[in-house]
């Protein structure tokens, strides 16, 4: 691998790849085989270090790649070429600068493409002043466009980090609910601890669930109507939410199925869902759990 310090990874959510998708501080965009640990595509994303990436779909099913850089900025990639067989001679290609350097670290990327036609998909960014936003992305017209939600998860400023967090710094996250699409969980660094589920179709809060611990990662699973936040002491809390139905808004306190869970002895860095295995990760230590069928 060149000698490129690496800031942010994302594996391909397609089942039938091997790939993952590595933002470098040099501001490139590198694709690797899993399996072979060979880069099978590259590209110069960002004048400034890539701090997060994601796999998407856009449009009538093209494999895109969305990337930030530390300055805020965001763009999209169209992922194209390769075979079942091989994933040799694949282009990454820029369709468009969704959002111009504002300054602000991103924290957190989403796209939730849209499956009904005449509607278009949103995509998503959490920032590390405690904003999350979203935007449209339509078919066309691939150019800048305004945010058709901002939310101020901490209206006031926190002057000091927590001591939890000290050696990562400032947490925003939040992600599109793949059960709901009309909804979005998010959570940060708040007087607050608590994580907040949020229409941004009807642009109002529809519950809140408390936080023991401050959150550091964020991951809907795809399989199941679960949610894992991680937190800084090493636990990981489940969150079983209704599949099917509506969020029906109200303020105050959700009475949801929540399991805390202790899974590591320091601060978790990532969760993900696998299929059926939720993986972690902390600075030392790399984990996956089975969870329990129904």
Same mark, same amino acid.
């Given at each position: 691998?060149?000698?490129?310090?690496?800031?942010?990874?994302?594996?391909?959510?397609?089942?039938?790849?091997?790939?993952?998708?590595?933002?470098?501080?040099?501001?490139?965009?590198?694709?690797? $085989?899993?399996?072979? #640990?060979? /880069? +099978? =595509?590259?590209?110069? %994303?960002?004048?400034?270090?890539? *701090?997060?990436?994601? @796999? !998407?779909?856009?449009?009538?099913?093209?494999?895109?790649?969305?990337?930030?850089?530390?300055?805020?900025?965001?763009?999209?990639?169209?992922?194209?070429?390769?075979?079942?067989?091989?994933?040799?001679?694949?282009?990454?290609?820029?369709?468009?600068?969704?959002?111009?350097?504002?300054?602000?670290?991103?924290?957190?990327?989403?796209?939730?493409?849209?499956?009904?036609?005449?509607?278009?998909?949103?995509?998503?960014?959490?920032?590390?002043?405690?904003?999350?936003?979203?935007?449209?992305?339509?078919?066309?017209?691939?150019?800048?466009?305004?945010?058709?939600?901002?939310?101020?998860? $901490?209206?006031?400023? #926190?002057? /000091? +980090? =927590?001591?939890?967090? %000290?050696?990562?710094?400032?947490? *925003?996250?939040?992600? @599109? !609910?793949?059960?709901?699409?009309?909804?979005?969980?998010?959570?940060?660094?708040?007087?607050?601890?608590?994580?907040?589920?949020?229409?941004?179709?009807?642009?109002?809060?529809?519950?809140?669930?408390?936080?023991?611990?401050?959150?550091?990662?964020?991951?809907?699973?795809?399989?199941?109507?679960?949610?894992?936040?991680?937190?800084?002491?090493?636990?990981?809390?489940?969150?079983?939410?209704?599949?099917?139905?509506?969020?029906?808004?109200?303020?105050?306190?959700?009475?949801?199925?929540?399991?805390?869970?202790?899974?590591?002895?320091?601060?978790?860095?990532?969760?993900?869902?696998?299929?059926?295995?939720?993986?972690?990760?902390?600075?030392?230590?790399? %984990?996956?759990?089975?969870?329990?069928?129904?």
């Amino acid at each position: 691998m060149p000698e490129d310090d690496a800031m942010c990874s994302a594996l391909s959510t397609d089942e039938s790849e091997t790939l993952c998708v590595m933002g470098h501080s040099s501001g490139e965009l590198r694709l690797v $085989e899993v399996s072979s #640990l060979e /880069v +099978v =595509a590259g590209v110069q %994303a960002h004048h400034a270090s890539v *701090c997060c990436v994601s @796999f !998407c779909y856009f449009r009538r099913g093209e494999r895109c790649i969305i990337s930030a850089a530390s300055d805020g900025e965001v763009r999209l990639f169209e992922l194209s070429g390769g075979t079942a067989e091989s994933e040799h001679q694949m282009q990454l290609t820029r369709l468009a600068t969704l959002r111009a350097a504002t300054g602000v670290r991103v924290h957190s990327l989403d796209v939730l493409r849209s499956l009904s036609t005449g509607s278009c998909s949103h995509w998503l960014a959490s920032s590390e002043h405690q904003q999350v936003q979203v935007w449209p992305l339509p078919d066309a017209a691939l150019t800048p466009a305004d945010p058709i939600l901002t939310i101020e998860l $901490e209206p006031e400023p #926190l002057l /000091v +980090v =927590a001591h939890e967090l %000290a050696a990562i710094g400032w947490r *925003c996250l939040a992600a @599109f !609910c793949p059960h709901h699409h009309q909804v979005i969980a998010c959570c940060g660094l708040t007087r607050e601890r608590r994580l907040l589920f949020y229409d941004f179709v009807q642009r109002q809060p529809l519950m809140a669930v408390p936080l023991p611990e401050w959150p550091t990662s964020l991951a809907f699973s795809r399989c199941a109507p679960l949610l894992a936040i991680a937190g800084a002491r090493g636990r990981v809390m489940l969150i079983s939410y209704p599949q099917f139905g509506a969020f029906y808004p109200f303020l105050g306190v959700a009475k949801l199925d929540v399991v805390n869970i202790s899974l590591h002895t320091r601060t978790v860095n990532s969760v993900y869902f696998g299929g059926s295995v939720l993986h972690t990760a902390t600075d030392r230590e790399i %984990a996956e759990w089975q969870l329990p069928s129904t």
